[in-house]
Each structure stands twice: as structure tokens, then as C-alpha cells.
């Protein structure tokens, strides 16, 4: 294992423990960072590493979705005036997602796969909620695999329409036939609802499915977590034990004070999905970020649906800082409630990276550039037409920066974009194969 010297450009590290480097080298050596610092040439590690120039870069952790319905990225866009959540369920979950196969739920995956790390997103949660059948979930795995990504594949049954109901009994087949693979860049953990209004009781969070997890040592996300139906059930979830460190709540938008207070003080995570929360208008519309601040819980964030939203992890950051920074600003006048505090740049920069990782039971494993901690990661060309001059990185990375600014993204040491292009993509071809699967899923659906 030769290694990977990246010298001379600008560090973000984004570990409190690790400091940010104006001018940096990261070492990496098999699937995991070495060293960070000021200049490593002289370390042991570094005699036979590859040296890769990064000046003029910027070298930052990789983006952590915390949440994406990965299965639909083939029809991405084909509502994106969708006018509300019911809309979105009938039209996408009752209708399109029926006709799937198990090859349109990997060529789906696989797209959104690719098309996150072409964004500079190296761990993906994949929220596949169209497990109709064993063969089904097998393919959205495999196609983690292929990809390279670093996968966590939540599976969940479908809302609606014909399925083999081998789900939840499957997960213990999954995680025995899957956990771990691709040499441990795959992990399985448990998605539910958090009521049972829109698909019935099988499908919410509770002491059955609790259990579940609990016996096969699975994390839990909860998706639809909205209101006083879902604060309702998290004060129940509470009562029973059932939150925790291991437990993600999704969304979590006009959710009631003491249903805060029972996450917070229970140590549960939280996904927000900014885009998908306003645009769609989840609820109250408004991305939950203030109060599960206050509740002293820092959230990850999340793509959600490609059907109505974009799927990189800029528009998320960029997003959630306008929203959070026009309602404090709106705070101030007049309203009688209590000012949020304004967000920075960093802040979200540490909710895409850091915190999505801990949000997802990866806190100790990627989300950050340190010793120890998997080379997933990214590098940034800040001197771009839309980057330079290179004045304030973090600055440039949430709101200066795009997919086409980055040049290497790399997961577990291994290199899956260089010099701005995907790596063993033909992309001909994928375009080919997920244009015929959009097709015959048309055409099935009428």
C-alpha cells in the first residue's frame, strides 16, 4: 500500500481536533487518512506515496447524504411542480412505484449512486422503500457496490400496490448476505414511518419493528416525521425506550416543544432535507433547523426525493443558510418569539459532513478529515471561473462551489472521480440503460 500524498492545497478539515490549513497536505495510505498537516513530505509513510499536487484546491471531506430515495432517480424531475406530500405519494409511491423490477430498482440506485459522487457526496444513505421483493433490495445493494460508494442501504416495504411482505423477516437475510460488502463500504439498518396514516401500521416505527432492529444490531431511520400525529408517536416512542443515538428522525418539521425535548434529551438524531421540506412544503415548510438546535441536537442533511428536487448537496447547504438566516432576520421584527441565532457557512458546512455521518451511525468512520477516519474526501478546484480568487474556503465550498468545481473525490483511498470525470463510467451507455428503464416504467404506468 503505496499511498496518496495530497500537497499543497487548502485543508478544510472540519474535526475541531484538526486545525483548517491555508496551505496542507492530507496522506492517505491504504483505505484510511495517515496524517494531516503543514507538510509531510518527510514522513514515514510518505517515501512511497503517489505525490498529487492540490495547490490552488481545496481539500475537504467528503458530503454525507443522510437520506435519498435512491430508487427513483431515473424519473427525477418528472414532477417538479409537485404541489404537496399527497401529491408526491400517489403520484410517485401508488403509481410509478409498482412497476418497477428489481433491474429498474438497481438502475435507479446506481444512477443516483453516481450521480452523488459526481457531486462530491462519498456516503449515501439510501432509503429504499420499494423492497416489493428479496430480488428487489438485492439489486439497489448490488448497485451501492458497483458504484463505490460508501452505501448504507435502509430498507423499508413499500406503501403501496403488490409485494411479497418478506420484509421486515428479509433483514436478517440482508444483513447476513450483504453487511460489510464491498469491502465494508455497505451497511444495512432498518427505515420506517413514523405513523401509520399514509400505509398502514406494518410500516410505522414501534415496539415491533424496535425490536427488529435491536436483535440485528441495526440502526433506525424514520422517515414522514411531521406534526402532531408523528410528535405524538415520538412522545410514545419515548415512553417505551425507543429513541436514541441509533435512532434518525427525518424531517422532523412542526413537531411540538416536548416532542423536542423527548429527541433531544434521548440523544436521537436528526435528517433535514431543505429543499424537498420547502419546496414541496412538508408540513410547515419551514426546515426544522432552529429548533433542533435549541434542543442541543445538530442535524445532518439529506437530498430526499430527485423526482421534485435537486440531488447535490450544495443546493442543500445553500438552502437551509437563506431559510434559517431570513427567519432570524424576520425574527427581529415584531414577532414576539424568540431570535435564532444566524448560521454560518461552516455551520452547514458541519451539518453535510461531520454531523450527516454521526446522524447515520458513521460518526466514527468517515465525515471528517483526520487520523484514523476513512480517506473519503474530496478535492476542489478554487480557481475556477465561479471559484476564484480563493478567499474564504469553507465560504467558497457552500456557496461558490458546484459539481463541476470538483476533480477527485475519493472513497476508502480508492478513486472514483479524476479530473472532473467519473471513473470506468461510460456514461453513454448508462444514459442508454436508464432511459429504457424511465421508459418501460412510462409505459407500464400508462
Not at 496518496?4 to 486545525?19: A, I, K, S, W
Not at 517515501?47 to 481539500?59: F, K, L, P, Q, W
Not at 433506525?220 to 425506550?241: K, M, N, Q, Y
Request: glycine share 12%; charged share 20%.
Amino acid at each position: 500500500m503505496s499511498g496518496t500524498l495530497l500537497t499543497g492545497g487548502t485543508v478544510v478539515t472540519m474535526d475541531p481536533e484538526v486545525e483548517d490549513l491555508e496551505r496542507g497536505d492530507v496522506l492517505v495510505r491504504g483505505d484510511r487518512i495517515v496524517a494531516v498537516g503543514a507538510d509531510l513530505g518527510a514522513h514515514p509513510d510518505a517515501a512511497e506515496a503517489a505525490v498529487v499536487d492540490t495547490s490552488g484546491r481545496i481539500v475537504a471531506p467528503g458530503f454525507v447524504d443522510t437520506h435519498r430515495h435512491a430508487w427513483q432517480a431515473q424519473m427525477r424531475r418528472g414532477i417538479p411542480d409537485v404541489s404537496d406530500l399527497g401529491s408526491y405519494v400517489m403520484s410517485t409511491l401508488g403509481e410509478v412505484a409498482p412497476r418497477y423490477t428489481p433491474h429498474d430498482m438497481y438502475v435507479g440506485t446506481r444512477l443516483a449512486a453516481l450521480t452523488a459522487l459526481d457531486a462530491g457526496i462519498t456516503t449515501m444513505l439510501d432509503f429504499s422503500h420499494n423492497s416489493r421483493t428479496s430480488a428487489h433490495s438485492d439489486a439497489a445493494i448490488r448497485a451501492l457496490a458497483d458504484t463505490g460508494i460508501r452505501g448504507v442501504h435502509a430498507s423499508m416495504g413499500p406503501h403501496f400496490g403488490v409485494w411479497d411482505h418478506q420484509w421486515p423477516g428479509d433483514l436478517e437475510r440482508l444483513c447476513t448476505v450483504h453487511q460489510g460488502a464491498a469491502d465494508g463500504l455497505v451497511t444495512i439498518r432498518l427505515a420506517a414511518l413514523a405513523t401509520d396514516e399514509v400505509a398502514g401500521p406494518g410500516l410505522a416505527y414501534g415496539n415491533k419493528l424496535a425490536a427488529v432492529a435491536r436483535d440485528l444490531g441495526l440502526g433506525v431511520s424514520v422517515d414522514a416525521v411531521f406534526g402532531t400525529p408523528s410528535s405524538r408517536a415520538i412522545l410514545g416512542w419515548a415512553e417505551a425506550d425507543l429513541l436514541g443515538p441509533g435512532v434518525c428522525l427525518i424531517h422532523a418539521t412542526g413537531l411540538t416543544p416536548p416532542a423536542w425535548r423527548a429527541v433531544g434529551e434521548s440523544g436521537t438524531t436528526v435528517s433535514l432535507a431543505p429543499s424537498s421540506e420547502a419546496q414541496i412544503g412538508l408540513e410547515s415548510a419551514v426546515p426544522a433547523v432552529d429548533e433542533a438546535l435549541a434542543a442541543g441536537i445538530r442535524p445532518g442533511l439529506s437530498i430526499d426525493v430527485e423526482v421534485a428536487v435537486a440531488g447535490d448537496m450544495f443546493t442543500q447547504m445553500r438552502t437551509l443558510l437563506a431559510i434559517q438566516r431570513m427567519r432570524a432576520v424576520r425574527g427581529a421584527y415584531g414577532s414576539g418569539r424568540p431570535v435564532p441565532d444566524r448560521i454560518t457557512t461552516r455551520d452547514v458546512l458541519d451539518f453535510a459532513t461531520r454531523q450527516g455521518a454521526r446522524t447515520i451511525g458513521l460518526g466514527e468512520v468517515t465525515g471528517a478529515l483526520s487520523p484514523g477516519r476513512q480517506a473519503d474526501l474530496i478535492v476542489v478546484d478554487a480557481g475556477d471561473v465561479n471559484t476564484m480568487p480563493l478567499n474564504d474556503a469553507v465560504g467558497t465550498l457552500v456557496l461558490g462551489a458546484d459539481a463541476r468545481n470538483i476533480e477527485t473525490v475519493m472513497v476508502a483511498g480508492g478513486i472514483r472521480k479524476a479530473h472532473g470525470r467519473l471513473v470506468g463510467v461510460d456514461v453513454d451507455v448508462l444514459r442508454e440503460e436508464v432511459t429504457a428503464s424511465r421508459d418501460r416504467i412510462v409505459a407500464a404506468s400508462g
